[in-house]
């Protein structure tokens, strides 16, 4: 009973943390239809930024309110950098898909190149909280407190963009050129706007992820960023392209099927277990778990 409770905990954990990358990724393609590959981008800067902040910024440090003024720091930093991308590179080449793909791709390459030669290629130690590294005993299960973190900052992000897509004007336009951004231009309003406000979330989002994944996994490193990215967009597929809440699903599923088969089987064959998931989506509803069938 207790492995049950740990691995179900643990994998809610990992989940959370592919959550919060999909979450974005997923906006960014409902309203614009951009598949950023860019996305772990956000990711690394993120982490990067809050792991310099904590030992460089006034009044941040791992600990205590020193370390929200950390993750704080990082947030803006990926979410500024998103939006850089967005205004700069991706404006131009809306409804050009073959080029947005290349131009995501090569930003994340020269991006990674960029952490490498800026911090080197291998992990560095994360500065966490001393909390972080303790555990907390659930139903008699010793769980890692940074899983426990991660699953709150999830819940929260979730509820926070539920309430914005639902509750703000802003929300209501993004959720409106999700169904339909050809109605949502007719009626005059700039979606363009409406773009870079969800890049900004999507990077937010990201760099949130990199931070605490930081704290989850000990290190950060440049390609931390690239290896959560396939996992997130198997998520945003098996949920549903443009659904929040159908990332929010796919991701327990992904993250649970993961941690269950890789301590049941054997090491490395939840990651197997996890693409034939996406390829039976793929196969019995293509749409994903949330997503709408498209009509001719």
């Known amino acids: 009973m207790n492995t049950v409770v740990l691995l179900t905990l643990t994998g809610l954990g990992l989940a959370a943390l592919y959550f919060l990358v999909a979450s974005g990724l997923s906006l960014v393609f409902g309203l614009a239809d951009v598949l950023n590959f860019a996305h772990g981008l956000f990711l690394g800067v993120g982490a990067y930024a809050t792991w310099w902040a904590s030992g460089n910024l006034p009044g941040a440090g791992p600990d205590g309110f020193g370390f929200v003024l950390a993750v704080v720091f990082g947030v803006l930093a990926g979410s500024l950098v998103a939006v850089l991308v967005e205004l700069v590179l991706i404006r131009p080449l809306y409804s050009r898909t073959i080029e947005q793909v290349l131009v995501t791709v090569g930003l994340s390459l020269a991006g990674v190149a960029l952490l490498q030669a800026t911090w080197g290629a291998d992990p560095r130690p994360f500065p966490r909280p001393d909390w972080s590294r ?61 773009f870079t406000l969800v890049f900004a979330i999507g990077g937010a989002a990201a760099a949130l992820a990199g931070a605490l994944g930081g704290v989850y996994f000990g290190t950060v490193s440049p390609g931390q960023g690239g290896s959560l990215l396939i996992f997130a967009f198997i998520v945003v597929v098996i949920g549903g392209m443009g659904s929040v809440v159908g990332s929010a699903y796919a991701a327990v599923a992904v993250g649970l099927l993961q941690q269950f088969v890789n301590y049941y089987g054997t090491s490395g064959l939840g990651d197997l277990c996890v693409v034939g998931l996406l390829a039976v989506v793929l196969l019995l509803r293509p749409q994903g778990l949330a997503g709408k069938v498209a009509h001719a």
């Open 134 to 194: 303790d555990v907390t005993s659930v139903l008699g299960a010793q769980v890692p407190n940074a899983g426990l973190l991660l699953i709150v900052a999830a819940v929260v992000v979730l509820g926070a963009l539920l309430a914005f897509l639902r509750w703000t004007r802003y929300g209501l336009i993004i959720r409106a050129g999700v169904e339909n951004r050809e109605m949502v231009t007719a009626l005059g309003i700039d979606v363009r706007k409406a």
